[in-house]
């Protein structure tokens, strides 16, 4: 699964990198996790980044309570299923990250956060699909969901699965509305494992409440106590 990520990239960047608008009060974000409003980019809005909230909550289960709201879906049946079939073939969504967190465990109590980016530690995009719901209160919401496959090499050593990357030079396909089922399905497999790179950082990452650039930075392993491990 994918459950915490980041984007702390400026505003001019992320401008330059999508040829979007973004909001003028943006500031980078270091520990983006479910539930949170964050920017997308969407077929409909293609010039301009909305924010959705992560955490879709399905077709078929209108006004859940967050905690039971999906974060992730499989890529591999996201086109079969019933709850996301609607959203693959018409609301697409790319997720704007620079790197995602993952915990390797070491025994029954022992977990280790790691920070995957990619090796140029540049920008790169999530497949996301999105949707509008209305909440008990009657207001309409956008939420989006990032989908996810199996691990490459460098990912499969603390996770078994990982959220879809995009391409930067298929991002446009994704977006399209016109693309077909088979072409999307195509997009939608394990980033290439030469292209990225991994490492320990701090277990600040561990509560949602920690959002700063400590929490990318490289550590030596510590387990999520703030021990320090002999296990990398």
């Known amino acids: 699964m994918c ?7 400026s505003k001019i960047e992320l401008e330059e990198r999508f040829q ?16 949170q409003l964050v920017p ?12 959705f909230y992560w955490g879709i909550t399905p077709d078929f289960g209108h006004n859940k ?26 609301r697409r969504c790319l997720v704007p990250a620079d790197g995602f967190f993952e915990w390797k465990k070491l025994g029954k109590k022992t977990k280790i956060p790691y920070r ?6 540049d920008i790169f995009s999530f497949a996301g699909i999105w949707e509008e719901y209305e909440t008990v209160s009657g ?22 699965r990982m959220p879809v990357i995009i391409p930067r030079d298929q991002e446009k396909k994704w977006l399209d509305k016109y693309s077909s089922e088979s072409d999307l399905m195509k997009m939608l497999n394990p980033y290439p494992a030469e292209l ?17 650039p400590g929490i990318i930075r490289r ?14």
């Open 3 to 9: 459950g915490r990520y980041s984007l702390s990239k």
């Open 20 to 35: 979007a608008e973004m909001l003028a009060d943006f500031k980078p974000r270091y520990n983006i996790a479910p539930t």
């Open 40 to 51: 997308v980019i969407t077929s409909d809005s293609p010039k301009g980044f909305s924010f």
């Open 65 to 90: 309570p967050v905690s039971q709201k999906l974060i992730n879906a499989k890529a591999e049946s996201v086109n079969e299923k019933i709850s996301f079939k609607g959203s693959f073939q018409r």
């Open 116 to 121: 995957f980016t990619l090796r140029d530690e």
């Open 139 to 160: 207001e309409s919401q956008h939420t989006f969901l990032i989908l996810t496959t199996t691990p490459n090499e460098v990912v499969e050593e603390v996770h078994d």
């Open 196 to 212: 990225m790179l991994s490492y320990t950082v701090s277990p600040l990452v561990n509560s949602v409440q920690n959002d700063s």
């Open 219 to 232: 550590t030596s392993p510590m387990d999520q106590f703030g021990n320090y491990t002999l296990f990398g």
